[in-house]
């Protein structure tokens, strides 16, 4: 079966790269584009050797690094709709199934990440006729989303002083709770960092705690694909490749504070959580001004690195009450942008912050020209109040047997 006439769009335009006007302190990562109207029309359908109807379409956005579809009125019924890249260089990835009437059962959804720059839609079904969905909305990422494709234009390297976490395998339990995140909001794609949070009485609940300047309400939570895993392959080797990664695609936002609150949401991620990712423990107590701790993100949305630092005395910013913030002075590592939302780690390996930002470098200078290097964190303790309805949670039966398959980190 030969593949279906692909529909162009035109090239990004200077003004189409420049329309999403993204919150500070993104890393922004796409640019909505509207999906043409025509384009379902000019599918086509075909036989299966088993006799089910099968419908075919393919889209193309000239020089986007991977795209997204975002689904309306979707309700395939006992049909099933995939995504796969046009191109062929990614063999036995797909993206989907998408069935009934979707990721959160309301015919309303973005499908994941598929890598290249042209996408094939399937859709099959024992019944065939009209096609129960809409695509309204493409998203094009542009950069920063295929580390480890071997384009030369598909990532943006982490600067050369943050440290791979990959060399540091004590810390690798709690790296695993890590995610990077691709997430969709005002006419564009952003990334971020998160990490995957215990409840007191070890639930097994996918809560996802990150920073509220990257999400912050539900239509941007629904949108959220964590890649889990994400690091060098070993200490100072290659990154792995995105497209092998175990995901998650969908949320549900369930709570959260601003800056003036301390910068953090709390979600709800969907489904069952690969087996590899862990549960990192928390504590609501204050951390000591000179207390060690321990950052772990994904700069620039590259594969994941460590900072090693210390609180240090305040360092008032306008929009940052000092008392729902620490400041972090780093000995060893920086944070950049697609760092906000991960997770501060004490010398117990406990949760204690999330990142919120940092200081802005001189023209003409980067992250690791900064003497002393620092952050601003939310604190746990300020976040505590909102948060512990949720991870309070008493154990169930059905979440211990969830349990059996993720590792868990310590709780106090």
């Given at each position: 079966m030969g593949r279906p006439a692909e529909r162009w769009l035109a090239p990004l335009s200077t003004a189409e790269r420049n329309q999403a006007e993204l919150r500070a302190g993104l890393t922004r990562a796409s640019v909505h584009r509207a999906a043409p109207g025509d384009w379902l029309a000019q599918g086509q359908w075909s036989r299966t050797a088993d006799g089910k109807a099968l419908y075919r379409a393919a889209l193309r956005s000239p020089e986007a690094l991977g795209l997204r579809l975002h689904f309306r009125n979707?309700?395939?019924?006992?049909?099933?709709?995939?995504?796969y890249p046009a191109d062929g260089a990614t063999e036995g990835y797909f993206a989907g199934p998408y069935t009934a009437r979707g990721v959160f059962g309301d015919g309303e959804f973005w499908s994941e990440f598929v890598e290249g720059?042209?996408?094939v839609l399937e859709y099959e079904t024992s019944r065939g006729g009209k096609l129960p969905f809409e695509v309204d909305v493409v998203s094009h990422v542009f950069h920063?989303?295929?580390?480890?494709?071997?384009?030369?234009?598909?990532?943006?390297?982490?600067l050369s002083c943050n440290k791979d976490v990959t060399c540091h395998p004590e810390w690798a339990e709690r790296a695993r709770s890590v995610g990077r995140y691709l997430f969709e909001t005002n006419g564009g794609g952003a990334l971020c960092s998160g990490s995957v949070v215990n409840t007191r009485n070890s639930s097994g609940i996918p809560y996802f705690l990150t920073a509220d300047h990257c999400v912050n309400n539900a239509a941007e939570a629904r949108s959220v694909q964590v890649f889990w895993g994400y690091t060098a392959v070993s200490?100072?080797?290659?990154?792995?490749?995105?497209?092998?990664l175990p995901t998650t695609?969908?949320?549900?936002?369930?709570t959260g504070g601003?800056?003036?609150?301390?910068?953090?949401?709390?979600l709800r991620l969907n489904g069952t959580l690969p087996d590899t990712v862990t549960f990192s423990g928390w504590t609501p107590d204050e951390h000591p001004v000179g207390g060690d701790v321990t950052g772990i993100h994904h700069p620039g949305g590259d594969f994941q690195r460590i900072s090693f630092g210390a609180r240090g005395d305040?360092?008032?910013?306008?929009?940052?009450?000092?008392?729902?913030?620490?400041?972090?002075?780093?000995?060893e590592g920086v944070t950049e942008g697609g760092?906000?939302?991960?997770?501060?780690?004490?010398?117990?390996?406990?949760?204690?912050g999330m990142l919120s930002g940092g200081p802005k470098p001189p023209a003409g200078k980067t992250e690791c020209d900064l003497n002393p290097a620092f952050d601003w964190y939310g604190r746990f303790s300020t976040a505590y109040p909102s948060l512990q309805a949720f991870l309070e949670e008493r154990t169930t039966g059905g979440a211990l047997r969830r349990l059996r398959r993720h590792r868990v980190a310590a709780q106090r």
């Open positions: 979707f309700n395939a019924g006992e049909g099933r709709v995939w995504m720059e042209s996408v920063e989303v295929l580390p480890g494709t071997g384009k030369a234009s598909a990532r943006r390297e982490a200490c100072g080797g290659a990154p792995k490749n995105l497209r092998q695609l969908g949320a549900t936002y369930l601003g800056l003036e609150q301390g910068d953090f949401t709390l305040a360092i008032p910013v306008r929009g940052r009450p000092e008392g729902v913030y620490y400041t972090i002075n780093w000995r760092s906000s939302g991960s997770p501060l780690f004490n010398a117990d390996g406990l949760i204690v």
